[in-house]
């Protein structure tokens, strides 16, 4: 058995730059903007006819209406409906499908689902809108543009049933080649009524105002899948197959009303396909031409009714110009009012971003100042320190000011004594240490010249010393004399030493004042 081909992913918006992508981000949102201005403006017929429950029931509506256009602009889930309509469970029941398809991957939404789901489901939404806001739940929002869309095809509908009676006047005369072409002719003719759908121009109108016959040559390019030539085979076998007493149905599904209305149903219902079938048209025809001069002189009548209504509709085309200039200077006031609108929510958004950015700019000021206030603690902290410290070491200086002064006055007292024991006087001199240095340094040279003399002395003792065995009392003379310079060295050796102390308080007083 051969493998099903799998089926293509359903187009849906989000697949930029398709018609199911335009239609989600600019057609549905016209048209819901197109619905919430037809009820605004027929604000006064609710009022008068419901009083406060219809303006009321508007203003529901319409809110309802506008968080749809919200919901659908913002890509937002597509949500069950809450209503309690016939079909709302089945409608629920398919949103439940579609969130089972998406096996996980977020729910269904605007322009992630089926594009021919949601914008059933966007009509769906606005039946809800008015079904649910009663008195005026019976309001067609689409009335209008579909009766005007209508009225201005007039000239059309009126060439194609005028070209369709001619027709059947002919089709006795017509071969199973030219009733082909007719068949394919008024095919092209419903297909291209399609223009006129209203949901396609997004509710702007786009009536047929002259016949479609003069430009079917010109659109055939325009065709991307042509199976005239099947439907064709199809109607003409499945009439074969059957029985003469049998009749062969073909459906044909009404879905607008307006030119495509006409195109669509009320020709493609009358063309036949078969040679039996056109002798019945001829039969009809005969019986039609008889009631035809009823029908002409029914039509006069209606001539001078339709004179009447025109003048009729004269004043009335008066009168709507008036309301239709009022109604242009409201929308340019709304408009003006929506242009403030706009500039004010631009405004207040802007005004948020400044209160944002300084409320940012207030929690770092905050920061930044416990910050500050946490460093200013610890630096008064750290000055208290400081202060303790410099305390300490301004009576630590004190102290050691005393301290000198005292260092001083023994130091001054030192060279009085010195200079008592040196016997100079240092009063007068202006360096009495260097002074007193050098009177120092002269005794430590005399000193020295003493050691070396009491050297020599020793050694010429201890030369002389034989000799003073043979001559004793020269020698006792000689001791005695040696016990006397002894004495005298013992004397310089204790002022020596006295110098030599002195000398080392000197050099640390030199070294404590440097």
Known sequence: MAAVPALPVSLSGRFKGSFAYFTIKDRLPQILTRVIDTLHRHKNEFFEEHGEKGVE??????SFLSKLRNELQTDK??????????????????????????????????????????ECYLYRRIHAALAQNPPIDNFDVFKEGKAQNFFESQEAVIALCTYFQELLKNIKDLDEKQLQEELFKLLQVSLWGNKCDLSFSAGEGRSQKSSPLQSLENMIPYILVNDMEKLWSLLVNTK????????????????????????????????PVTREQMNQYRAAAETAQSELAALSVKYDCAQSELLELKSRMVSKEASFQELKAEAESYKENNARHMSRLLSLQTRIQEME?????LTTSKNQAELTAQVASKENWELKEELHELNAKLNKNLNECKESTTQVSKIRRKYEELLTQLSGFLDTDIREKEKPQEHLMSKVSEICKENLTLKDQVAALQEAINTHEMESRANRETIMRLVSEVTKEQKKAAGYYQDMEKLSKMNSYTSYISGYHC
Do not use: M
């Open 57 to 62: 029931a508007e203003k529901r509506a319409i």
């Open 77 to 118: 889930p597509v949500t069950p409906l809450e209503d309690e309509l016939p079909d709302a469970a089945l409608w629920n029941h398919y949103l439940d499908y579609q969130r089972n398809l998406s096996n996980g991957n977020g729910e269904p939404s605007w322009f992630q689902s089926p594009w021919l789901y949601v």
């Open 240 to 271: 074969k197959r059957n029985t003469e007493k049998s009749n062969v149905r073909v459906d044909i599904i009404l879905d607008n009303a307006g030119f495509e209305l006409e195109s669509y149903d009320h020709v493609l219902l009358n063309i």
């Open 353 to 357: 971003e400044e209160a944002r950015v």
